[in-house]
Every structure is written in C-alpha cells, then in structure tokens.
C-alpha cells in the first residue's frame, strides 16, 4: 500500500538566532551529535532528500514564562510554510493563564501539543496537567515524551505515568515518543504490548540508534503496525539515515516501510 503523503511526526526546528545554542544544548545533555543545525531551512532540505513532503515540528516551553514565545513561534513557522510544516505548541503546568493559551492555538489552527517533562521540569503526574487535558483533549494532539533513565520511579515520563494518563483520558489523544519510553523500550513493551489503548499513537524517534535488530524487529511487531508513526528527532537524526536503519535494523520491506512512513497523514487530517 503506497501512501501519497510521508510525514515526519517529530522533528524540532529553533527561530535562527537560538538554533546553534539548542543544538549544543542537546548535544550536552543527549551527549550525541547531532546531524542538523536546528534551522527551519536544513530541515526542510534533509526532508526532501528522504522523499517526505510534510514534518511536524514540536516546540517545547522550558519555563512557564517561555509558552507564548514558544507558542508564537510555533504559529509563525506554520504560517511561513503551510504545505510543509504542522507546528505544535506547547503548555506548562506552571503557566497560569492556560485557558487563554488554549483558545489561542485553536484560533490558529495548530493541532497539537507537545510535552517534554524532563526538559520542562514537571513530572507527567502532576496534577495540574488535569485540567489541562481535560480542557484540550477534544481539540489537540498531545505529542510526549517518554522515557530517559532506566528506573521508572526517577524518571519524570515514564511508560506507566503514560499509562494512568491514557486510562484517565480516554478522549485524549497521544503520540507517545520513542516507542512510548527512550531507552525504556522494556517498560514500554512491559505496559502496551498486548494492552494497547485506543487513544495511543507511538512515534519512532530516536530508537534505531541505539537498538539491536532484534529490539527493532521486536517493538515493530508488539505494537499495532498503523499505530506507528515515522519520526526522526532531527536536528538530532537525519531523515535519510533514519529511513535507511529503520528498514535494515527492521527488516522492513518498501511497502512496510511506506505504510509507515504514511500513517500520519490519517491522524493529521
């Protein structure tokens, strides 16, 4: 099955004058190095030498008093390139006037929300993010992060606080990055496979470089295959390396790979 349209669900881009600082910045904390320069431009480039048409580009406020600049430049990205670019804004359990906020992205036209807690400061537990899915979940995606240091109960996103979420909400819904827990793909395969929720979507961002074949070849056969949405993490991956380790570590034959990369298009529709 040939979709027309590829997407690439994650993927970061930074306002030109902080993207060479935000790079640095996530080759620090990932100690990785990462394949793009964090700009609008390159990454639109990269896309186009790997066949994909379309990215959604997340943006993640660090601190309350960042969401309306994240949430502008989110809007003004989207505007700038309508045909290429879905923008997600954000939210933070710490920022006041949510509400206002909320309405605000809805006017316009962003369709999602991205949420980063270990790189936001707040847990995925908190409870002040309540209301805030209560209050989105008829409107927006949620795009979260899951998963960094192997001990669940350390870790501010873990695949069980995802889960609580997902049982809670049962109108939310959420791409669970990473195959739902970045180097706690046993956690993720411990909660989801066999107990899939109907309101989860996974992302499969940042996982091919550092799983084995079999751990690809794993994830990609316990979760629901039209579930699974192509994602690279650029600037921190490259789309064209990404398709290519995908279809190795995976074993994925073109029309797999293909499906993949297009099931998206359904869920941003």
Excluded at 1 to 19: E, Q
Aim: include cysteine.
């Amino acid at each position: 099955m040939t979709h027309s349209m590829f997407i690439d669900i994650h993927t970061h881009a930074f306002h030109p004058k902080i993207a060479h600082k935000a790079v640095e910045h996530l080759n620090i904390y990932y100690n990785v190095h990462c394949s793009g320069d964090g700009t609008i431009t390159h990454l639109l480039q990269r896309e186009g030498m790997a066949g994909i048409q379309k990215c959604v580009v997340l943006c993640a406020a660090t601190a309350p008093a960042q969401v309306i600049p994240a949430n502008n430049y989110a809007i003004r990205l989207q505007k700038d390139h309508p045909d290429a670019v879905v923008a997600f804004g954000t939210m933070h359990p710490g920022y006041a006037d949510w509400e206002r906020e909320l309405d605000r992205l809805r006017r316009a036209g962003l369709r999602g929300i991205k949420l980063h807690p270990d790189f936001q400061g707040f847990w995925l537990n908190d409870p002040r993010l309540l209301p805030i899915f209560e209050a989105a979940q008829n409107d927006f995606l949620f795009e979260i992060h899951i998963g960094d240091r192997s001990a669940p109960e350390k870790n501010p996103s873990c695949p069980y606080k995802l889960a609580a979420i997902l049982d809670a909400f049962p109108q939310l819904k959420v791409i669970a990055a990473h195959f739902g827990g970045y180097r706690m793909w046993a956690h993720a395969l411990a909660i989801f496979a066999g107990h899939w929720r109907d309101n989860l979507w996974m992302d499969t961002s940042s996982t091919t470089p550092f799983a084995t074949g079999r751990l690809m070849r794993t994830l990609l056969g316990a979760f629901p295959r039209e579930r699974l949405l192509f994602g690279t993490d650029w600037p921190m991956h490259d789309p064209v390396e990404e398709v290519s380790r995908l279809q190795s570590l995976g074993a994925l034959r073109d029309a797999e790979l293909e499906a993949l990369m297009g099931n998206a298009a359904e869920l941003l529709a």
